[in-house]
Each structure stands twice: as C-alpha cells, then as structure tokens.
C-alpha cells in the first residue's frame, strides 16, 4: 500500500484525483503501477487500476493475471473492478471505501458478482485513515 500511496501523492501535481495502484505478486514484487491520469491524459479511461492493469498485463505477457493482488488507496469503481475482474485477478487490497462510487462492496459489488464467471476476493481498510485523509484534503483544497 505504500507504493500505491507515493503513487497517489504524485497524481495531485497534475490535478489528477489522488489515487494510485499496483499489481504485486504473491511475493509483494510490483508487476505493474498506475495513478490516476485523466486530467493528465485527458482519458476518461485513465484510472489508476487500469493503468496498473495494462502495464502488469504487459510485463506478464498476458492478460491474465490468476496469480496477482490488485492494490489501490481508493474502492475501484465500477469500471475498474470491471477491469479487474476480466483480468482474472486473485485479490483487491484496498485502502479507502468508496461510498458513493465504490464497486467492491461499498455501493456495488462488482468483484464478488455471482452471476460472473470469476470471483475476486476483497480486503479492504488497508491503511485507510491515510488514504482516505489524502482524498479528503485534495477536495477540500478544490472547494
């Protein structure tokens, strides 16, 4: 989690919401990272998990990824537990909840979907007053 934070921090110097993500294998080695990039980028798709997602999918040489942890200082949206889930992932560690957009358990349950061919076991709370604090103070400087 404490890569995903120093990932986070990095994203408010593009104005880019403080979120930040790694693909770690079963040793804790960081296959894959990303922080969120939409202002940066101007993608809409650019979200800390699907850039972490990718750049894993891409050092493994394949899109599945049975074997790995999702790690991220924010609950994953619908869209990224979506990701997460067709790129077979194991686990998602995560730091904070997300109670208004959170696909983990918060407001949807996305990763734990029976109808879905796949199941992805959820750990959360990971150092969560840090990581939500990191949120916090990043909209309150934009209010």
């Given at each position: 989690?404490g890569?995903?934070?120093a990932?986070a921090?990095?994203?408010?110097a593009?104005g880019?919401?403080?979120?930040g993500?790694?693909?770690?294998?079963?040793?804790?080695?960081?296959?894959g990272e990303?922080?969120n990039r939409?202002?940066?980028e101007?993608?809409?798709?650019a979200h800390a998990?699907?850039?972490a997602?990718?750049?894993?999918?891409?050092?493994?040489g394949?899109?599945?990824l049975?074997?790995?942890?999702?790690v991220?200082?924010?609950?994953?949206c619908?869209?990224?537990?979506?990701?997460?889930?067709?790129a077979r992932?194991?686990?998602?560690?995560?730091?904070?909840?997300?109670?208004?957009?959170g696909a983990?358990g918060?407001?949807?349950?996305?990763a734990?979907?029976?109808?879905?061919?796949?199941?992805?076991e959820?750990v959360?709370?990971?150092?969560e007053?840090?990581?939500?604090?990191?949120?916090?103070?990043f909209?309150r400087?934009r209010?």
């Amino acid at each position: 989690m404490g890569s995903a934070l120093a990932l986070a921090r990095s994203a408010v110097a593009d104005g880019d919401v403080p979120v930040g993500a790694v693909v770690v294998d079963a040793d804790g080695a960081v296959l894959g990272e990303g922080r969120n990039r939409r202002t940066a980028e101007g993608d809409p798709l650019a979200h800390a998990e699907v850039l972490a997602l990718r750049a894993a999918a891409q050092a493994h040489g394949s899109w599945r990824l049975d074997d790995y942890t999702l790690v991220v200082t924010l609950e994953p949206c619908p869209m990224c537990a979506g990701a997460a889930l067709q790129a077979r992932v194991r686990r998602i560690v995560l730091g904070a909840w997300d109670a208004k957009a959170g696909a983990c358990g918060s407001v949807w349950d996305v990763a734990r979907e029976q109808r879905a061919p796949h199941w992805i076991e959820v750990v959360g709370g990971i150092r969560e007053p840090e990581c939500a604090a990191l949120l916090t103070d990043f909209f309150r400087a934009r209010r």
